[in-house]
């Protein structure tokens, strides 16, 4: 009877021995799944820095380009000026103007017409006469053309003819041709010549007068 009693006690010892050690190996933490949470969690903040980075370059570059988009403005502001530069070149080459009144240069044509107004209206009439080298005028105003100018015998003048073109005869005189009616006899300077020069003949008007400089220089004469 106590020998049972004894088996019976070792048995349940056992068993009690073998829960134990059951119920420890349930309790024990899988290795392997520690293990495997620990990548995960370490990834995040790399993921995090990489994508700072990547946010960050985008706007460093988006940045640092825009000042070469500005620096382009002011190239194609400074060639604006140089349109404007060839203004005065064209200036230039006109010819001198004024209300209306241009100064022209007189072609032979111009002057041979002027010249064979005065021989057939000049009294006595004169027929060896030349205009006075750097002595003639020419211009316009409004469509209508004026001349001035000085006239000396030619070879073959008769006696009469030299003595037409003394005193008075040798100043200045001036011819208006209007359209359709050709170049005629206007006016001439008295003897002595008035001190304001062409700017006191009324048939010249005054703006061409001015740009003729009164017909007192040589700027204008041809």
């Known amino acids: 009877m106590a020998r049972r009693i004894r088996s019976l006690s070792c048995g349940a010892a056992l068993g009690m021995a073998a829960a134990a050690v059951v119920l420890l190996a349930s309790c024990t933490p899988n290795s392997s799944t520690v293990h495997s949470s620990l990548p995960n969690t370490a990834q995040t903040p790399s993921s995090s820095a990489a994508a700072r980075a990547a946010v960050g370059g985008s706007a460093g570059r988006t940045t640092a380009g825009s000042p070469a988009t500005t620096a382009g403005s002011p190239a194609t502001t ?9 203004s005065p070149a064209q200036t230039a080459d006109s010819p001198a103007q004024t209300a209306g009144c241009l100064s022209l240069p007189a072609s032979p044509t111009v002057k041979a017409s002027v010249t064979a107004a005065y021989r057939s209206q000049a009294q006595p009439r004169l027929s060896h006469i030349a205009p006075v080298k750097g002595t003639f005028y020419y211009g316009s105003c409004d469509g209508i053309f004026y001349a001035g100018t000085r006239f000396q ?3 073959g003048s008769t006696t009469a003819e030299q003595v037409a073109l003394q005193d008075d005869g040798a100043a200045m005189k001036y011819f ?4 359709g009616a050709g170049w005629s006899y206007a006016a001439s300077d008295g003897f002595p010549a008035d001190h304001r020069g062409c700017a006191a003949i009324t048939q010249i008007p005054a703006p061409l007068a001015a740009l003729w400089n009164d017909c007192r220089s040589t700027a204008a004469q041809q």
């Not at 400074?78 to 530069?85: E, H, L, V």
Request: overall charge negative; cysteine-free.
């Open 78 to 86: 400074a060639g604006s000026p140089a349109a404007t530069a060839d």
């Open 153 to 155: 015998p030619t070879a």
């Open 176 to 179: 208006v041709d209007r359209p």
